[in-house]
């Protein structure tokens, strides 16, 4: 079935979302307008900067239109910032930083320290389409783990970056509609959590 999916285009990386679900046969649209928002039956939020966003969304009346569709089910996914902006609580922001929330975790923001900005690293995520087998090259830019988790919460991948003696952080989870990564999947090729989440956007349509 054709599915219509957007992504919230105020800022960051909404170009390489769009081109991967192009790729994946999907009509996909930017969406900056309550009117553009009506219109998709799944949302993209990408990357970029969590306070930034937060601003725009509030100055484009975004934020509780959004808030109502996920309420309602939308499937929502979002990568890096836009996991921040679905996280119910965030550690780590300027006082009283806002989120849509939805995804009942806590995100720790810019997480991974200032000496490892970026990195990359191969995870094993047995949800996806070949995950056992093939693992997903992640790339990690300046990004946020979960640090807490709710009962409903299920943890897609741990990342093994989180430092000597540490406990693993959960860098991708799922909460019925909504999909979380720490991760950017929308650089690099691997389309499986693009693939995954339109999976979810068809059958919550169907
Ligand atoms: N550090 C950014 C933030 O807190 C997220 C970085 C990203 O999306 N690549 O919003």
């Known amino acids: 079935m054709s599915v219509t999916v957007g992504v919230l285009a105020l800022q960051g990386d909404v170009r390489e979302h769009l081109h991967a679900l192009d790729v994946l046969g999907v009509t996909a649209v930017p969406v900056r307008r309550v009117a553009e928002l009506a219109a998709v039956e799944g949302l993209v939020i990408p990357g970029g900067e969590s306070t930034t966003m937060d601003k ?5 009346d975004l934020a509780d239109p959004i808030r109502s569709r996920i309420s309602t089910g939308m499937p929502v996914f979002g990568s890096c910032a836009g996991m921040i902006m679905l996280a119910e609580r965030v550690i780590g922001g300027p006082e009283g930083q806002r989120t849509l ?3 009942d975790i806590t995100v720790r923001r810019n997480a991974f320290g200032r ?21 997903v090259r992640a790339v990690f830019i300046r990004a946020p783990w979960v640090e807490e988790t709710g009962p ?10 989180g ?3 540490e406990t693993s952080h959960a860098v991708a989870v799922r909460q019925r509609n909504l999909l979380a990564t720490s991760f950017h999947p929308e650089v690099g090729g691997d389309l499986r959590f693009h ?3 339109v999976a979810l956007v068809r059958s919550s349509a169907a």
Do not use: I, W
């Open 115 to 135: 000496q490892v900005d970026s990195f990359e690293e191969d995870l094993t995520v047995p949800t996806l389409r070949d995950g056992s087998a093939r693992p």
């Open 101 to 103: 929330g939805g995804l």
């Open 195 to 197: 693939e995954y989440f």
């Open 56 to 60: 725009l969304l509030h100055l484009f």
């Open 152 to 161: 409903d919460v299920e943890v897609l991948a741990h990342t093994m970056m």
């Open 163 to 165: 430092g000597v003696g």
